[in-house]
């Protein structure tokens, strides 16, 4: 087994014994690598993997505590939120015009402090989805917090405002039941529940924080997106009730309300609450202006010029749209309004910016893709056929049948297919430009997570061709992947970037199979690897590897390789050499190839390591 | 389109209602309260709402013992134990009976809805009965738990 891994037969000699390093058997337990592939076979995962993975083995106290910058933000977040809770009980309880609803004791206080803590979450909340501004402060602000993490911070405000709702609500409940009893104000419980604007809106957002929460989990999520989707719709109406709280001017220091016929329809005089609608409204304005924004940029001249279906099952849409302006690495929403003309689908662009085109590969994976594949009369089951007859082609010989790589145009003009108005989004996500302020750069795409790098590798090679690669000396490409011939039209580029390589040492291939091999396919791979001059799983001219990469040693290798001069060619003139990783994939690998980063830094190779970058 | 799973769904919104139930009953032994007092009810000052003598039942076993917030709390903590579920019971027919759970989670309606802090925790309840009832509609069945499940060196 060991030599089918290790035989690459084109490598110049000294890159050989480098490569056999970087074999690591196969093990029983390769299924570790479990990849969520979203609901598209397609969608970038930005995802900010929670460190929660129970692989690393890593006690709850070490994660949050021992890492400066999850330290940092702890004691940041939660000390804001503390602050705001003991400064909300602390001018509640203080505030001697209040005298009257302070004989409530610890109910309001606590109420009071929860419900500044809340208008703070209120105004938190929507600002990691303004994502359009994010998308341009995001490149100044890398150094500060992880920008791509946005949703995950969206989740921590969400989690941080369904506890201290709890509170909240607790205390309003004894506040309120206490105001029943003493009548320090003549009225019961329910009035003040169910008939005063507080209470209303109160009860509207708990229910409507139930379903939204329900639906945002991420087992819903996957398996109907759409449920997740509409349902956090609500969110407009959680926020309205969220502005409007307050309107009942429960916090007062007058008999009754005091209300105004004038804009917000009470007088601050006697309603003496934080007004903190005045501050929170300002991100939902925001938001709410930028889903207007991003509609009337939709709306701009499209056109859907192209679609190639990938005997794999992938169809490539080839999107004009001039108003488009992006770089390698981002992502966009699609919209198909025959399909559906709320539902704005994610996906990581495949072409480069010198490209004529957008264009985005789409796996047939979840109902809103197979749809899709059904309106373009490419449906599951002709894919499937054309599959097949691909792979009997590739078995045959690769050269005379239909390889693997080759793909299949739907032309409006001869079949009677006509191709759907498309409407995209975009781009989203930081650019990529960096990779060339560095002198070897090392693209690391686990599963799914290569997406981003078809663009890439593109952009990188269409600069290879003009000859303006900055700094840029080499690129090693790695793909970590379970199973690679389910993402054939991935090779079908990879195929034409190798080719299209003159220097054979530029560009370097490596791709890792972690899937568990059994006994057939191992001989396969045995008889039709030997002698040949391409890989007979990927048709690349580098071989596979089977096996999880070991990254320390691939990164001590190339330490050592660049210090002796062999890497780059007169290099050790140089005083430093940088080498940049930008990685897309799971948390659990990119905590590995940091931490094998970090170990392999000297003073003359500086690896740097990039994983929010796409 | 979608393909929503109706009974992994109502699980999620089961379990919000009655954590939220348990916490309305233990609420609901300090600060006693029969929701539907304001329905004839006449108001002391001060005292508060005073149940008509109709609903001397609801006094007694609301007010003056305590008695539907703790069955609330108890069955709230039965249904936790179906739906979360407690290993002794992932295996038995009752944790994938869907239909005990409507019955449990409209029972729980019933009882949170009678004392004041358990409202939101009734309707809340009724909305999860109601999605299990649609996934019961719908032919949905509970998968049998893998026996393999969580023990390594066997597959």
């Known amino acids: ?83 705001f809770f003991a400064y909300g009980w602390y001018s509640q309880a203080t505030n001697i015009r209040l005298a009257g609803l302070n004989t409530l004791g610890y109910s309001v206080w606590i109420s009071r402090g929860a419900g500044l803590v809340l208008a703070y979450d209120g105004g938190l909340i929507l600002i990691p989805m303004l994502r359009n501004i994010i998308r341009v402060v995001r490149p100044k602000l890398t150094w500060l917090f992880p920008a791509d993490e946005n949703i995950w911070f969206h989740r921590q405000v969400a989690y941080s405002m369904a506890f201290w709702s709890m509170v909240h609500t607790t205390a309003h409940y004894v506040n309120f039941i206490n105001v029943e009893r003493t009548q320090i104000r003549k009225q ?36 109907c997106f759409e449920a997740f989707w509409y349902t956090h719709h609500l969110a407009f109406f959680f926020m309205i009730g969220l502005y409007t709280h307050a309107t009942g001017c429960f916090v007062r220091d007058s008999v009754e309300p005091d209300t105004i016929p004038t804009f917000p329809f009470y007088s601050t005089e006697h309603c003496l609450g934080y007004l903190s609608w005045r501050f929170t ?9 930028e889903r207007v924004w991003r509609e009337i940029r939709a709306r701009r001249a499209t056109r859907l010029s192209k679609v190639l279906v990938h005997p794999s099952g992938a169809m490539e849409l080839r ?135 078809a663009s890439i590798l593109k952009h990188i090679w269409y600069r290879q061709r003009k000859g303006r690669l900055g700094s840029l000396r080499r690129v090693e490409f790695f793909w970590v992947c379970r199973d690679a011939p389910s993402f054939g039209w991935f090779q079908s580029l990879l195929q034409e970037v190798e080719a299209a390589q003159a220097d ?58 660049i210090e002796a001069g062999q890497y780059l060619p007169g290099s050790t003139s140089q005083l430093k050499t940088k080498v940049g990783t930008y990685f897309c994939g799971p948390g659990v690998l990119a905590k590995a190839i940091k931490e094998a980063c970090d170990e392999s830094s000297s003073s003359t190779v500086e690896f740097s390591f990039a994983k929010e970058h796409f | ?79 936790l134990c179906i739906e979360m579920p407690l290993p002794a019971i992932k295996g038995l027919s009752l944790h994938r009976s869907l239909v005990v759970r409507v019955i449990l989670l409209l029972f729980q309606t019933f009882l949170t809805i009678l004392f004041y802090q358990g409202t939101n925790a009734a309707i809340w309840s009724f909305i999860a009965a109601g999605c299990y009832i649609r996934a019961i509609m719908l032919g949905e069945e509970m998968a049998e738990a893998k026996g393999n499940r969580g023990r390594s060196g066997q597959a």
């Open chain 1, 319 to 453: 999107i004009t749209k001039p108003s488009f302006k992006y770089t390698a690495g981002q992502w966009l929403f699609l919209q198909i309004p025959e399909l559906s003309s709320f539902q704005w689908h994610p996906f990581t662009i495949t072409s480069a910016p010198e490209d004529p085109y957008v264009s985005v590969h789409i796996r047939q994976v979840g109902d809103f893709t197979r749809a899709l594949g059904d309106r373009l009369g490419v449906g599951p089951s002709v894919v499937a056929a054309m599959t097949q007859a691909a792979m009997k082609g590739a078995e045959k010989d690769d050269k005379a049948g239909v390889s693997r790589g080759d793909f299949v145009e739907l032309d409006p003009s001869i079949s009677s297919i006509s191709l759907p108005h498309v409407r995209i989004d975009g781009p989203y996500g930081a650019p990529a430009e960096d990779v060339f302020s560095n002198e070897v750069a090392v693209l690391i795409g686990a599963g799914i997570g290569v997406t981003p790098f």
């Open chain 1, 188 to 223: 019961t419980a329910q009035d003040i529940h169910y008939t005063q604007p507080g209470g209303i809106t109160g009860h509207f957002m708990l229910l409507i924080m139930l379903l939204m929460y329900t639906t945002a989990h991420q087992k819903i999520r996957k398996q």
């Open chain 1, 504 to 561: 054979p040492n530029f560009l370097r291939i490596n791709i890792y199979l972690t899937q568990k091999i059994g006994e057939d396919m191992l001989w396969n791979i045995a008889v039709n690897d030997a002698g040949a001059d391409y890989d007979p799983l990927t048709l690349l001219r580098s071989r596979t590897m089977f096996g999880r990469p070991d990254w320390k040693s691939i990164y001590g290798q190339m330490k050592q390789a």
């Open chain 2, 1 to 79: 389109m979608g393909n929503l799973i109706w009974h992994e769904y109502s699980r999620f919104v089961s379990i919000t209602a009655t954590v939220y139930a348990i916490w309305a009953g233990f609420f609901g032994l300090f600060y006693r309260k029969f929701f539907w007092d304001f329905v004839g009810g006449t108001l002391r000052d001060p005292g508060g709402l005073q149940a008509p003598p109709g609903a001397a039942i609801f006094v007694s076993l609301i007010i003056k013992a305590p008695v539907i917030p703790i069955m609330a709390m108890i069955l709230g903590m039965v249904i």
């Open chain 1, 1 to 83: 087994m060991s030599c089918i891994a290790m035989g690459p037969p084109g490598p110049p000699p000294f890159v050989s014994p480098f490569l056999s390093l970087f074999y690591r058997p196969v093990r029983s337990s390769l299924l570790s690598f479990i990849f969520s592939s979203g609901r598209h076979g397609l969608v970038l995962l930005l995802v900010p993997i929670p460190p929660s993975s129970p692989l690393m083995g890593e006690s709850w106290f070490h994660r949050e505590f021992l890492n400066p910058r999850r330290l940092a933000f702890n004691v940041l977040f939660y000390g804001t939120h503390l602050f």
């Open chain 1, 281 to 289: 409204i300002w991100p939902g304005i925001i938001y709410f202006g």
